[in-house]
């Protein structure tokens, strides 16, 4: 994002990929079918609230309303917001009051006096108040997992980074100023998104780091343009495949959120890039900051998926790419950074797209995602928000993406602002390690590139 280390809020509308019904009617909901399930404070004003139907069929929640502990507070939820069977649906309350450090939070029947379900807490989420188990237990400070069922387990602790503790700088002072964003390594080359709506093309220097490449326009990094030539793409994250680059854009300019996949030709030699198609995903998801969606994005092959079992949440069964005709012949993988989530994409040659995986990282903000095909697991970092936690995730045997580690960032790395990450292939092992690189958005003593290694 173009604010550095600005103070991120979760303030945004969440919702999980299996919220609508199914096609059966939805009932009214008895106060053992709803229930308050997730609180998000900040101690500000962004404030979320969690609805989870533990019910057997739809329920039809329009017109109901959430309260903090004052009655003169009050959120009404819109008309025809229906929560399907064991769907769980977070709403944002700030525009209607805020949720103080010690408070409740209360769920109305849309006469406004019926009460279904209250919850209260002494301070601030760090960053959730979570009900453990869902729906019915007491609430446990949790990771932050709106939209998603609460992460009610220990989960995996943190470790020390699996690589070397020493971090030194990739790129020459000065090169890119601030606002580099996401990282893909792509063999002997280094792609990197800047907000600034540029794309860059790295190369290496010979001593380990990357400098832009000199040749075909791409001196001074190419200029990113929506389909026809307009516009502005807020560029934060890039994946390359298929000879295309593929570029996750969370706004144009500095203006509203359009929160987009842009696909680029980038074998031309021209100084600006139009993009060749755009996935515009904003109406599939929930409403985001403008300044706080899409910061990272990676693909990962069918066979990858198949091969593990992955579940196609659109349909409830093993993913089967046939279905979805002709497509990059993967799911894209974009991470939210309001949310903390990660949603998986096939984006269809025809412009068409489906939602096939929603889930929580457990984190408080996603800023970048990276696909290691030697290891058949998905990254997925924080920046500075989250101490530069980083968390490795496998398709369990529910079919799911879920977290199999925890590391916290190098010893030798500051606290920074790092929104890109990117690890080199297999053939650059040596002595049981390669490289990884990380970018880092302030350009922190006038670097924006560092390099680091991990195992193998």
Not at 140 to 165: E, M, Q
Not at 182 to 198: P, T
Not at 297 to 317: N, Q, R, Y
């Given at each position: ?385 989250c101490h530069g936690q980083h968390r490795t995730m496998r398709v369990n045997s529910s079919g799911v993406f879920a977290t199999t580690a925890v590391y916290n960032r190098p010893s030798g790395m500051p606290d ?41």
């Amino acid at each position: 994002m173009t604010e550095s280390r600005a103070r991120r809020r979760v303030f945004c509308l969440i919702a999980g990929a299996l919220l609508l019904a199914t096609g059966a009617p939805a009932h009214a909901a008895t106060a053992a079918d709803v229930h308050l399930n997730e609180v998000v404070t900040t101690g500000g004003v962004d404030d979320s609230v969690e609805l989870y139907n533990a019910g057997t069929t739809a329920v039809d929640v329009s017109g109901w309303i959430l309260k903090d502990d004052q009655d003169s507070s009050k959120y009404k939820i819109a008309a025809g917001t229906t929560l399907a069977p064991g769907a769980f649906r977070a709403f944002d309350v700030h525009s209607a009051f805020g949720l103080g450090s010690a408070d409740k939070a209360r769920l109305y029947r849309a006469d406004g006096s019926t009460l279904v379900d209250s919850v209260g807490w002494s301070e601030h989420s760090a960053p959730s108040w979570s009900r453990c188990p869902d729906g019915t237990g007491p609430l446990t400070a949790a990771a932050l997992t709106l939209g998603a069922a609460n992460s009610c387990g220990s989960g995996p602790t943190p470790v020390a980074w699996p690589g070397g503790g020493s971090v030194t700088t990739a790129d020459a002072s000065n090169v890119f100023g601030e606002d580099l964003s996401g990282l893909f390594q792509d063999g002997g080359v280094l792609w990197a998104a800047q907000n600034s709506g540029k794309l860059w093309r790295l190369l290496p220097t010979g001593s380990g780091g990357w400098k832009p490449d000199t040749a075909n326009g791409w001196s001074a990094g190419k200029t990113l343009r929506f389909p026809g030539g307009s516009g502005n793409p807020d560029g934060e994250g890039v994946t390359v495949t298929g000879g295309a680059a593929f570029v996750a854009s969370e706004r144009n300019g500095s203006g509203s959120s359009r929160t987009s996949v842009l696909r680029y030709d980038v074998s031309g030699t021209g100084s600006t890039l139009t993009a060749a198609k755009e996935w515009n995903l904003t109406a599939d998801l929930p409403p985001v900051g403008a300044n706080l969606g899409f910061e990272g994005v990676t693909w990962v092959p069918d066979a990858a998926l198949t091969g593990a079992g992955f579940t196609d949440v659109s349909t409830g069964t093993a993913y089967d790419p046939a279905r979805y005709g002709a497509h990059s012949g993967g799911v894209f993988f974009v991470g939210v950074e309001g949310t903390g989530m990660v949603h998986g994409y096939v984006l269809q040659d025809s412009g068409a797209f489906t939602r096939v995986a929603s889930f929580a990282s457990g984190m408080s903000g996603v800023m970048e995602v990276q696909w290691e095909p030697q290891a058949a697991r998905l990254w997925v970092v924080c920046d500075d928000t989250c101490h530069g936690q980083h968390r490795t995730m496998r398709v369990n045997s529910s079919g799911v993406f879920a977290t199999t580690a925890v590391y916290n960032r190098p010893s030798g790395m500051p606290d920074l602002n790092n929104e890109g990450f990117t690890l080199a292939g297999a053939n650059e092992c040596a002595g049981g390690t390669k490289p990884v690189y990380w970018s880092d958005d302030s350009d922190d003593d006038g670097h924006a590139l560092r390099k680091g290694t991990v195992t193998c």
